[in-house]
């Protein structure tokens, strides 16, 4: 998709249909990125999908913008490529909880801390779904899988202190299946300036059907705050709702121990992206004439 669209419409943004399980969150997450798209007619020409490998990796065969389905692990590096380039593009990334903290752990750490432009979407089913029931970085204590089937022996990284123990800019915690809240998620991350990082509970009936059984009842606490996103709760009625200030980066640490337990935002703080930086330097950096360039090195 290249040319402007006069009114984005939810059917101008659909491409290949999605081939998931049949009640996989992925569906989810698709159709409330969409929304998001209508709702701030972000134009699919202005509009780049990228993802690594995994279910949720499809992603960008299915979106109607451009796209870059990328080796695994390797979506933070095409990421900062196009946000190198093309500084007028909205840059979505689509990674799961392997390909983001296990297989592409190092880029992952570099994009944060670069503070790369880009929104970040870990899609966390606690499992590897595409390659069929082995134990992430994710995974719960305890759940049998085809590579633990004596249960996992290990706690799960906390995605959420990984983020904010890099320094994120913006960090924050929704599920696929709460509709609103994802979409409202989204957009702040949106309009955030640099690495947008958004840890997205997802559901994977095929292959880890508990790991969010307990999503409407009150296992559940919202951060509420002033500009925040957390004032739906539709989909989890009987969850708390805590007031957070997202500038306070001591409570974000306080709540992320709950994490996988608590959405919202966690954290959100200005600081320059390595990209814009870049751009500045290349511009600052006298040119040099292509014929001389190799002048002084012995051949
Ligand atoms: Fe979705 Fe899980 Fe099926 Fe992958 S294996 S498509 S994550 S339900
Ligand atoms: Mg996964």
Same mark, same amino acid.
């Given at each position: 998709?290249t040319t402007e669209?006069?009114?984005?419409k939810?059917k101008?943004l659909k491409?290949?249909?999605?081939?998931?399980?049949t009640g996989?969150?992925?569906? =989810?997450m698709?159709?409330?990125?969409?929304?998001l798209?209508?709702?701030?007619q972000?134009?699919?020409?202005d =509009?780049?999908?990228v993802?690594?490998?995994?279910c949720?990796g499809?992603?960008?065969h299915y979106m109607n =913008?451009y796209g870059?389905h990328t080796?695994h692990?390797? $979506?933070v590096?095409?990421?900062?490529?196009v946000?190198?380039?093309?500084?007028d593009?909205?840059?979505?990334?689509a990674?799961?909880?392997?390909?983001s903290l296990?297989?592409?752990g190092?880029h992952l750490?570099?994009?944060?801390s670069?503070?790369?432009h880009?929104v970040?979407?870990?899609?966390d089913?606690q499992?590897?779904?595409?390659t069929?029931n082995? =134990?992430?970085? /994710?995974t719960r204590?305890?759940?049998?899988t085809?590579t633990s089937p004596?249960g996992?022996?290990?706690?799960?990284?906390n995605?959420i202190?990984?983020?904010l123990?890099?320094?994120a800019t913006?960090?924050?915690?929704t599920a696929?299946?709460?509709?609103?809240?994802?979409?409202? /998620?989204?957009e702040a991350?949106?309009?955030?300036?640099?690495? $947008?990082?958004v840890h997205?509970?997802q559901?994977?009936?095929k292959f880890?059907?508990?790991?969010w059984?307990?999503q409407? $009842?009150?296992?559940?606490?919202f951060?509420d705050?002033e500009?925040?996103?957390?004032?739906? /709760?539709?989909?989890?009625?009987?969850a708390?709702v805590?007031k957070?200030?997202p500038?306070d980066?001591e409570?974000?640490?306080?709540h992320s121990?709950?994490v996988?337990?608590?959405f919202g935002i966690?954290?959100?703080?200005?600081?320059?992206s390595y990209?814009?930086?870049m751009?500045?330097?290349?511009?600052? /950096?006298?040119?040099?004439?292509?014929?001389?360039?190799l002048d002084?090195f012995?051949?």
């Amino acid at each position: 998709m290249t040319t402007e669209v006069k009114q984005v419409k939810m059917k101008d943004l659909k491409a290949l249909d999605p081939r998931w399980c049949t009640g996989c969150g992925d569906y =989810t997450m698709l159709v409330g990125v969409r929304k998001l798209m209508v709702k701030d007619q972000m134009q699919p020409k202005d =509009t780049v999908y990228v993802s690594g490998i995994g279910c949720s990796g499809r992603i960008p065969h299915y979106m109607n =913008t451009y796209g870059f389905h990328t080796i695994h692990g390797r $979506s933070v590096p095409i990421s900062t490529g196009v946000a190198l380039v093309r500084p007028d593009l909205n840059v979505f990334v689509a990674s799961g909880d392997g390909d983001s903290l296990s297989i592409g752990g190092n880029h992952l750490l570099h994009g944060i801390s670069k503070n790369i432009h880009c929104v970040y979407m870990m899609h966390d089913n606690q499992i590897y779904g595409l390659t069929k029931n082995q =134990t992430s970085p /994710t995974t719960r204590k305890g759940l049998v899988t085809a590579t633990s089937p004596g249960g996992s022996i290990m706690d799960p990284i906390n995605p959420i202190r990984f983020a904010l123990g890099l320094g994120a800019t913006f960090v924050a915690s929704t599920a696929e299946w709460l509709g609103q809240h994802f979409v409202d /998620t989204i957009e702040a991350a949106k309009n955030h300036k640099g690495f $947008s990082f958004v840890h997205v509970a997802q559901r994977c009936p095929k292959f880890n059907p508990a790991a969010w059984d307990f999503q409407n $009842s009150d296992w559940i606490n919202f951060l509420d705050h002033e500009n925040g996103v957390a004032g739906d /709760t539709k989909g989890a009625p009987d969850a708390k709702v805590v007031k957070h200030d997202p500038s306070d980066l001591e409570g974000a640490f306080s709540h992320s121990e709950n994490v996988p337990n608590v959405f919202g935002i966690f954290y959100q703080k200005e600081k320059a992206s390595y990209d814009d930086l870049m751009r500045q330097a290349v511009e600052n /950096t006298p040119k040099k004439d292509p014929s001389k360039l190799l002048d002084g090195f012995a051949l």
